[in-house]
């Protein structure tokens, strides 16, 4: 994994904050089938091919597909200027990202599947997963966070949930996350054992078994893992997905770069553009949804100012 150092997060000034908007209403809770998992409920009515891909692709590392694409985030950088005068500390690009994909999922919920066991489950939150540094060193602790959001989230409601969680992590003093701990006890075992724990965990995650409470802190478990590599001063690798757990999407980003382009009446203007690198599951769903899905994000990204808003409506995953 790579990381995303930590920076001071203040209490924003709420002088000039737009008033919360009303939650959507949420959909019936569905009732436990059999199949569902802790984490997820089968998706009963995926087409055949789509059930036959987690076969064919057993592994996770078979079915990555690697997607690229360049954001212009002029009118991006210029919203995050005007969010920090409004009060809003440390107000990033990384806050629209996570804001963009989950709006994106709340309208094509497809996003927010995963693969178990070789089957199809639709996930029952939106969690979010980081690895995060103290300070930019090489011997500088790091520490994996998760955050979980709802789909009707604002791009306030993301900052705050985010940064609540950095500054809880921040708090400590050795930086060190619950998952860290029980990485610590697992890797002081002797190596045979901890080659049979962890074959044992690898089955008991495969059957959906693995306690609620340790995939609630495992990295490994979750709708997107996300990277940035501006931080590093690089642009964005294409990052692996893991074998273990269930994440089906990794998103890395890079160092923002100016470019001049040239518009219709021959002059050229100066605009700000990112790359951006995402490794997928292709096992969850198709490339039509992926492709609009991926467009949506752009979309969100490079014009965040309607993420200050609810979605008008939340979109369910099929049965």
Known sequence: MNNEVITAVETPDTTHMPAAEPRLPRPPKRKKRW??????RLVRTAQPMNKMMAFIMKDRADAMN??????????????????????????????IMLAAYVRTISQKPALNRFISGQRIYARNNIEVNMVIKKDMSEDSPDTAISVIFEPDDTIIDVYEKFNATVMKEKEKEDLDSSFDKTA???????????????????????????????????????????????????????????????????ISYGVKRTVYKLKRDGSTEQRRMMDLKVVTDERICDGFCYAAAFKMIRRLVEHPAVLLKRPEQIFEDID
């Open 184 to 250: 610590g006890t697992l890797a002081s075992l002797p190596r045979p054992i901890l080659r049979f724990a962890v074959r044992m965990l690898f089955w008991l995650d495969y059957h959906g078994w693995i306690p609620k409470s340790l995939t609630d802190l495992s990295p490994f478990h979750g709708s997107m893992i996300i990277t940035s590599m501006g931080s590093l001063g690089i642009r964005p690798i294409y990052h692996h997905i893991y074998n273990f757990g269930n994440l089906p999407v990794f």
């Open 66 to 95: 690697y997607f690229a694409d360049e954001l212009d985030v002029t009118e991006t950088d210029a919203f995050c200027k005007q969010m920090i005068a409004e009060g809003y500390e440390g107000f990033s690009f990384l806050h």
């Open 35 to 40: 199949g569902d998992r802790k984490d997820g």
